[in-house]
């Protein structure tokens, strides 16, 4: 556990059935499986494509409560692919940090910890799909190819998956250490 | 994920509320959160000295649902202490794999899958603690500083602690695959 000048820029939900795209809200009570409302929430959750050595639809200990990415990545990965920016919305991302630059490299298992006490478990990085690529095809209509190299400029900066250990709230600003 | 020669040698249970120390059983239904009547058994339980961060009593998601340890390993410990063996009971397990010499290596995240759909996630290693040093004294008085030594001794073969991500029946032999 070490000290960081890091922060919540923004925090977002995804609330529209139709979509995996978020948007963002003001603050966010976090209980025992995620925000409840967002399409991820749940202790528990059907399995899909990823984990495919279970039945789809099983229900499964739910790894992906949370969805978090950095800033820094995020225009990693905008560099890339030669856009100007790429916004947490369009990643489906719940959590957009800002000064940590290296997050989806957090082993798995580790904490991360809000100065209320709220903690969350890092279950892994984000393994990149195209879905998201297909949005930011949509906002960059003039570039080619941006939902294929996606998946490509997404590795290993396409943020990490967390559970909640500790519920509580959160804030847009609010500081943290990890 | 591999093929393993490897069963259940032993399912054991922790439900008698003076010690952790556990007993064996013939099979058990796991759901979310363990072994419904063992100590550890919650999708949620109460920090404890184990997770300083929080105030003790804590409600947190709880990554030790479910011990497992190798027969393999356990006689190593008994090697290096010098007796003819240490049995799953004094250490608080659930599971006595067999066939599974490396067990406590196991990554934090990765999956043990049971033939039968069922499936643990691995939450990391059990460090060793004093307890189960001062059971494995008890039933070898002769030799001194038993209790001391066992933490020494445990490191990095003191085996895992897991999560239910799939709940399912265990039968004693049961092979698997991690």
Request: net charge positive; charged share 25%; hydrophobic share 40%.
């Amino acid at each position: 556990m070490k000290n960081a000048n890091a922060k919540i820029n923004a925090l977002l939900i995804a609330d529209t059935p139709e979509t995996f795209v978020t948007r963002r809200i003001p603050d966010v009570q976090l209980v025992f499986g995620g925000m409840k409302g967002d399409r991820h929430f749940g202790v528990t959750c059907p399995a899909d494509s990823r984990q495919s050595m279970y039945p789809k639809g099983t229900e499964i200990l739910n790894r992906r409560q949370i969805t978090i990415v950095s800033e820094e990545e995020c225009q990693k990965i905008a560099d890339e692919l030669g856009v100007e920016y790429i916004l947490p919305e369009w990643l489906g991302a719940n959590l957009l940090l800002n000064g940590y630059p290296e997050l989806t490299k957090l082993p798995m298992g580790s904490r991360i910890l809000f100065p209320d006490g709220t903690g969350l478990i890092c279950m892994g990085e984000n393994q990149p799909c195209i879905f998201p690529g297909e949005v930011i095809q949509k906002h960059y209509e003039a570039k080619p190819k941006l939902a294929a190299n996606f998946v490509r400029a997404g590795y290993k900066r396409r943020g990490i998956v967390c559970a909640v250990e500790r519920p509580g709230k959160f804030l847009k600003g609010m500081k943290f250490v990890y």
